[in-house]
């Protein structure tokens, strides 16, 4: 694995607009696509390159992800969470979402990768994020596929939904019926809202809680071999 600087120098002294350090592994043949691995609170971008190597364990796509700013638990957060509330810092959410945004057309710009062509991977508050940044209003194409496993689906007054981006995409939804963080209820609302905007819907349940299982990964691996 390779840890890229997402940083840019600013020209005629005007400072770049900020954007996450990366970290890139994969995508051993030069036409590889891109997929994009956001990971979860109190983990960190090796943590879900794990994931997305045993999800595309032939190396078909680039896996490079980002690393959120804020630390949580053991590891970092892309935005400030309060778990003896349960809510997070809404400011620091808006915040995180642009970032990423940025440093996903920063990663397909300096690799030469087509965004329309990219994978969104994500677990836990990577997945609520990798489906914000599939369908939020944007002047970016939408992505191919979007894979988002146990992760909310945010409310209108946090993400700014353009549901017509949804056509067509890809989108492999999977949750643990036990899951303590988030309701596996948000699941269902995500798969039939992105289904009726015209998505190809995967829906998955597991008998688990707020983890990933080596079945479901299993399946990501068939379903992504598809793509």
């Keep these: 694995m390779t840890t ?3 940083g840019a120098s600013g020209r005629d002294g005007v ?3 900020p954007r996450f ?8 043949s030069s036409d590889a696509r891109l997929l994009f691995a956001v990971h979860g609170y109190a983990r960190d971008p090796w943590a879900v390159l794990q994931l997305a190597e045993l999800v595309d364990p032939g190396g078909r796509f680039a896996h490079v992800a980002p690393r959120g700013p804020h630390p949580g638990g053991d590891g970092a957060s892309f935005y400030r969470v309060d778990f003896v509330t349960r809510t997070l810092d809404e400011a620091s959410f808006v915040e995180a979402l642009g970032t990423l945004g940025r440093t996903f057309d920063a990663v397909c710009a300096d690799g030469g990768f087509d965004p329309a062509a990219a994978v969104l ?11 914000a940044l599939a ?3 944007s002047d970016r194409p939408p992505p191919a596929a979007v894979v988002a496993l146990s992760g909310p689906l945010h409310p209108a007054h946090r993400v700014d ?3 017509a981006r949804a056509r067509d995409v ?6 643990g019926d036990h ?3 988030f309701d596996p209820g948000q699941r269902r609302a995500a798969a039939e809202r992105f289904a009726a905007a015209g998505a190809q819907v995967t829906e998955r349940t597991y008998p688990f809680g707020h983890e990933v299982s080596t079945e479901e990964l299993s399946e990501v691996r068939e379903w992504l071999a598809g793509r």
């Design 135 to 137: 369908f939020g209003r």
């Design 21 to 28: 350090p990366v970290v890139r592994s994969g995508g051993r």
């Design 179 to 181: 899951d303590p963080i």
């Design 4 to 6: 890229v600087s997402s």
């Design 170 to 175: 890809a989108v492999f939804l999977a949750h």
């Design 121 to 131: 991977f994500g677990f836990s508050q990577g997945a609520g994020l990798a489906l």
């Design 15 to 17: 400072e770049p607009a």
């Design 161 to 163: 939904w353009d549901d």
